[in-house]
């Protein structure tokens, strides 16, 4: 029998891990940086990203944002009370975050709108189908995989990068001057809410999929485990470079 797995170390330290997800956390570390140190990212942080490339990214990413909590639910049904630690760990996570999320989609709104997109363009334009992929692959992998696959494809994957490429936009002061004054404040809170609010949050979700895995995992899973946490890596590349591109928008 497979050894349960309780962390005895700092919640934000790879080695407090067993080997198997510190192997995956790094072997994806190279995916996920693509997207953290993205072009787009970098221009937006120096204020010069263009209006056109600012809308395909609000635009294109309101599905995922809005959808979040929809992708928690998902897996908060596949949740039996009392069934195990890790369970019980998830029930509890997820229970908490899921409101969380909305009031993240509504800050999303405000931040479009600062930028001349308004909630019509978010629900109403179309989208690419590269801008389309990282919400397809979130509503499969929420929809068709267990509870720890599911987790790590979007609450370790998705809110780990997110927390990094947020934290670094606001590194610099030039695109939250770039609003008027009295703008700033909604025009920032999304950004400024992932930049340091969601800090620990990957590192809560890969301690919960260590819980529900445990200290040993079968080859192949692990092998699966770090191609869906890719995968989300991958999708959000892809649409990030359709954001800068002639094709979107």
């Not at 309101?62 to 049904?77: D, I, K």
């Not at 229970?95 to 989609?105: C, F, L, P, S, T």
């Not at 997110?162 to 936009?169: I, K, Q």
Request: hydrophobic letters at 40%; one cysteine or more.
């Amino acid at each position: 029998m497979n050894e349960k797995f309780v962390r005895n170390g700092p919640l934000m330290e790879l080695d407090s891990y067993p080997r198997w997800a510190q192997d995956m956390m790094l072997s994806t570390l190279e995916a996920k940086e693509k997207v953290v140190k993205h072009d787009l990212f970098a221009m937006m942080r120096d204020a010069v990203l263009t209006p056109k490339a600012m809308r395909n990214f609000l635009i294109g990413g309101w599905p995922v944002v809005v959808q979040f909590p929809q992708f928690m639910a998902v897996n908060l049904c596949k949740i039996q009370y009392g069934r195990s630690l890790g369970e019980n760990m998830a029930r509890k996570y997820l229970m908490k975050n899921i409101r969380v999320e909305q009031n993240h989609a509504e800050h999303w709104v405000e931040w479009a709108k600062a930028c001349a997109v308004s909630e019509r363009d978010l629900l109403d334009s179309y989208l690419p189908v590269e801008s389309q992929a990282l919400s397809h692959w979130c509503w499969h992998s929420s929809e068709h995989t267990s509870l720890a696959t599911s987790m790590a494809a979007t609450n370790l994957a998705i809110e780990g990068a997110t927390g990094e490429w947020a934290s670094l936009v606001c590194s610099a002061p030039d695109y939250e001057n770039s609003f008027a004054p009295e703008e700033r404040k909604k025009a920032m809170r999304w950004l400024k809410l992932h930049a340091h609010y969601d800090d620990t949050h990957p590192w809560e979700a890969l301690d919960i999929i260590a819980s529900l895995i445990g200290w040993e995992i079968e080859p192949k899973y692990a092998e699966l485990l770090g191609q869906c946490v890719m995968n989300s890596y991958k999708c959000m590349t892809l649409s990030l470079n359709c954001y800068l591109s002639e094709i979107c928008g």
